[in-house]
């Protein structure tokens, strides 16, 4: 499922850069495009690094 529409960023990928170690908003946009645009994900994206962080697996 696409979380980000302006990158085209799944939820796959963003899993993905938070896996391989990112751990804010920013490092996920670096890795994968996710949150650099219009802005309307970086809610979702900071909920998914903290589930995902926290053990809770994807979001």
Same mark, same amino acid.
């Given at each position: *499922?696409? @979380?980000c529409? +302006?990158a085209?960023? &799944? !939820?796959?990928? @963003?899993?993905? +850069?938070? !896996?391989a170690?990112?751990s &804010? @908003? %920013? %490092?996920i946009?670096?890795?994968c495009g996710?949150? &650099?645009?219009?802005g /309307?994900?970086?809610? $979702? =994206?900071? &909920? *998914?690094?903290?589930q $995902? =962080? /926290?053990?809770?697996?994807?979001?």
């Amino acid at each position: *499922m696409y @979380v980000c529409v +302006c990158a085209a960023a &799944t !939820d796959a990928q @963003v899993c993905a +850069c938070i !896996d391989a170690g990112a751990s &804010t @908003v %920013e %490092e996920i946009g670096a890795g994968c495009g996710a949150g &650099t645009g219009g802005g /309307s994900c970086l809610h $979702r =994206l900071a &909920t *998914m690094i903290e589930q $995902r =962080l /926290s053990g809770g697996g994807a979001a």
